[in-house]
């Protein structure tokens, strides 16, 4: 638990970016009911601030939550929040319990249907934002010998085909974490990632009809060699396995948030959290400990 005489107000910081979190973000709301302290800086421009998510938050008229948005891709912005958040704190020296970094985003197609931008794009929201917060709030967390918590997937630790743009980032922030841990642990500070399983029916992730503009999208940008050999029929037929993915997963996530809870609160928190449904736990397992000629040939081929 984060110890009594740290301050009571900033323990945890949530962050999203502008126009973000149209609806109140579970693991923080979870945290409400819990009683315990919890700040979720959402982004902030005042301007933003008229943003469904961040009214809600800001009507429970907590004394122990204020919002903040940013968008984890600017340093600028970025920057500024962790100076909101030094002099929000009673005694900065003190420091700041814990950060969270969750903000993510997701996307699927085959390596030859993937473009640059898109692996660019994916990359530096999951991979370079995770890596940007956490060395900016380092100072802060270091000197209340606090947590860091990042949430990567079960895609961080296999990989899946269609899925490289994702994965490849996740897989970045669980080398990331990995190091991070290393350094920090003489230091006093935790680090842990949470390897969430599917979720896609409870999150906005994606829905159907984000999967057919990025299908569109992907069509229409493909090089004119690969749209002749893979040929429409392959490239639906992957959209229509993709729609049904999205369709699938667990409605329920709290186990995620009880990960996230205990990474932040218990005295010896877990390296790695796997909230998942046993089908993905067990392939996970399998992916990550048997030869690839074995696993492959179950879950792959
Ligand atoms: N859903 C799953 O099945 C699943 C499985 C494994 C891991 N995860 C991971 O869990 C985390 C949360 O995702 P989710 O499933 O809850 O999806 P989500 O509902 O789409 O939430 C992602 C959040 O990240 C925010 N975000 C995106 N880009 C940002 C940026 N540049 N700066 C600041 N915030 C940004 C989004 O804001 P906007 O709403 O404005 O876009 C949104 O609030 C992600 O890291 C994701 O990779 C999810």
């Known amino acids: 638990m984060p110890s009594p005489?740290?301050?009571?107000?900033?323990?945890?910081?949530?962050?999203?970016k502008p126009q973000a979190l149209a609806r109140p973000w579970p693991w923080s709301s979870d945290w409400r009911q819990g009683g315990k302290e919890v700040v979720d800086q959402q982004l902030s421009p005042p301007q933003d601030k008229g943003d469904a998510g961040v009214k809600e938050l800001d009507g429970l008229k907590s004394d122990r939550l204020r919002t903040?948005?940013?968008n984890v891709c600017k340093s600028e912005e970025v920057e500024k929040v962790v100076e909101t958040v030094r002099s929000s704190l009673e005694d900065p020296e003190k420091g700041l319990w814990g950060l969270v970094n969750n903000a993510g985003i997701s996307t699927f197609g085959e390596v030859e249907f993937t473009s640059m931008e898109t692996y660019k794009e994916v990359a530096e929201v999951n991979l370079w934002g995770t890596v940007r917060m956490t060395k900016s709030f380092l100072p802060l967390i270091r000197r209340a010998k606090g947590r860091v918590v990042n949430i990567s997937s079960?895609?961080?630790r296999m990989a899946n085909p269609a899925r490289s743009p994702y994965c490849i980032t996740k897989f970045g922030v669980e080398a990331f974490s990995d190091c991070l841990r290393y350094e920090m642990h003489p230091l006093g500070v935790k680090v842990s990632v949470v390897e969430p399983g599917n979720f896609i029916a409870a999150t906005?992730?994606?829905s159907p009809e984000r999967i057919q503009a990025i299908a569109d999208k992907m069509w229409h940008e493909l090089p004119e060699v690969v749209r002749q050999d893979y040929g429409r029929k392959y490239f639906d037929e992957?959209?229509?396995k993709m729609e049904t993915y999205c369709n699938s997963g667990s409605t329920d996530t709290s186990p995620v948030i009880s990960a996230v809870t205990?990474?932040?609160t218990s005295a010896s928190p877990y390296t790695r959290?796997?909230?998942m449904d046993y089908y993905?736990?067990?392939r996970m397992q399998v992916m990550t400990h048997l030869p690839a000629a074995v696993s492959d040939r179950i879950y792959i081929h």
Do not use: E, F, N, T
């Open 154 to 156: 079960m895609l961080g």
């Open 280 to 282: 993905w736990w067990l």
């Open 273 to 275: 959290y796997h909230p």
């Open 204 to 206: 906005s992730l994606y």
């Open 262 to 264: 205990h990474a932040l």
């Open 68 to 70: 903040v948005q940013l």
């Open 5 to 16: 005489d740290r301050d009571p107000v900033l323990q945890l910081l949530v962050v999203s």
């Open 238 to 240: 992957k959209i229509a």
